[in-house]
């Protein structure tokens, strides 16, 4: 009787994982296969364009600051991914993640790319953060980037 209850549960286990995996699979090959239709696309704290041609990628370069004894970040640079003059009219709106999950706002509140020619990446820069950014707190850089046209 004890044999005939094992086996029994043992099928049960199976069915529920077969069933759990399927489930599983299906909502990964849903989520894979969406479409955006929108200006905008988020991902968690993130927000990026949904063509990617314009969304940024981040430098930043950092100085010593004796008075408060760590390196500030003095500069963030927000360069588009692709050459040409289609993202000069976007706007970039970036936030520094901070260890312990903080964040800090760049100011000015949003920049416009700038300088895109059909040899250059159009770049935003960010250069006045108040209070200073200590740089061996960066995590992340998160951006959303809108469009004016």
Request: charged share 10%; hydrophobic share 40%; net charge positive.
């Amino acid at each position: 009787m004890k044999i005939k209850n094992l086996a029994h549960g043992t099928t049960r286990f199976l069915v529920a994982a077969a069933v759990a995996a399927a489930l599983g699979g299906g909502a990964y090959a849903f989520a894979a296969s969406l479409t955006v239709h929108t200006t905008k696309l988020g991902a968690g704290t993130s927000t990026v364009t949904a063509t990617t041609k314009c969304a940024p990628t981040f430098n930043y370069t950092t100085a010593w600051t004796s008075t408060n004894s760590f390196y500030k970040v003095t500069t963030v640079i927000a360069t588009a991914n692709t050459k040409g003059t289609t993202c000069n009219t976007e706007t970039v709106k970036a936030a520094v993640e901070k260890t312990g999950g903080t964040y800090q706002t760049l100011v000015p509140a949003g920049e416009k790319y700038a300088g895109g020619t059909t040899t250059v990446k159009a770049t935003a820069t960010f250069s006045s953060f108040s209070p200073a950014i200590d740089a061996k707190t960066v995590i992340k850089i998160v951006a959303s980037v809108v469009g004016t046209g």
